[in-house]
Structure formats: structure tokens, C-alpha cells
Nanobody
Framework: QPQLVESGGGLVQSGGSLRLSCEAS????????LAWFRQAPGKDRTFVAS????????LYSDSVKARFTISRDHAKNMMYLQMNRLTPEDTGVYYC????????????????WGQGTQVTVSS
């Protein structure tokens, strides 16, 4: 059964860095677009970044552009999110997601979701 599992979350001070990982299993995701979303307490899930199937194109939300970098390793069926210069506004549960289509920032466009990993940035 296809599954996505996130890891790498934790507590970090403002200005620090974290690297999130998403392991895909049960299916070959090499032709899928993968993405990261996040959900702050009491708020809706929002788009962070996505990467298309051949890694040629990426998409970032304005709030993380130039601070976060999305990447993937097809051989390992892994996706990553390098997060630098973190701020308390980056706090939330981070989810990876997959869709059999092009880049999208819409939550509804994604078919498969992980359980999430908590990121907390202290001021």
C-alpha cells in the first residue's frame, strides 16, 4: 500500500535550520509530483513547496522562498525539505504529499498524505 512517512521535525531556535525527510514506500513515486505542506495550530493546511517528477521544476510559497529548498532522491524514494533561517511563523505540522500530475499548490490536488512531523521554532 502506498505510504508517505515524514521525519526530521523537532524544536529549534529562531534563525536555526532543520532538514525534513519524506520516505515513500509501497509504490514507485518517480513519476509523481511531491510536495510539502504545513499546518499551524488553529489554521488551515498551507502549501510550502513542491517538486515535479523529473526535478526540473520546483514551486515555493512566497513565505519560504530563498529560505527553504525542496529536493528528492529517486533512487531512495525520498524527498527532503532543507529549512534555513527559521522563524516562529514556521511552526506547525509539516506534511508530505504526492500527486500523479504537475506542480500544484492546492491541497485538494494531492491524493496521498503522510501523518506529519512537528516543527517548533522558539523565539
Amino acid at each position: 500500500q502506498p505510504q508517505l512517512v515524514e521525519s526530521g521535525g523537532g524544536l529549534v531556535q529562531s534563525g536555526g535550520s532543520l532538514r525534513l525527510s519524506c520516505e515513500a514506500s509501497g509504490h514507485s513515486f518517480t513519476t509523481f509530483t511531491l510536495a510539502w505542506f504545513r499546518q499551524a495550530p488553529g489554521k488551515d493546511r498551507t502549501f510550502v513547496a513542491s517538486i515535479n517528477r523529473n526535478d526540473a521544476n520546483t514551486l515555493y510559497s512566497d513565505s519560504v522562498k530563498a529560505r527553504f529548498t525542496i529536493s528528492r532522491d529517486h533512487a531512495k524514494n525520498m524527498m527532503y525539505l532543507q529549512m534555513n533561517r527559521l522563524t516562529p511563523e514556521d511552526t506547525g505540522v509539516y506534511y508530505c504529499a504526492a500527486r500523479n500530475g504537475d506542480l500544484s499548490s492546492y491541497t485538494e490536488a494531492y491524493d496521498l498524505w503522510g501523518q506529519g512531523t512537528q516543527v517548533t521554532v522558539s523565539s
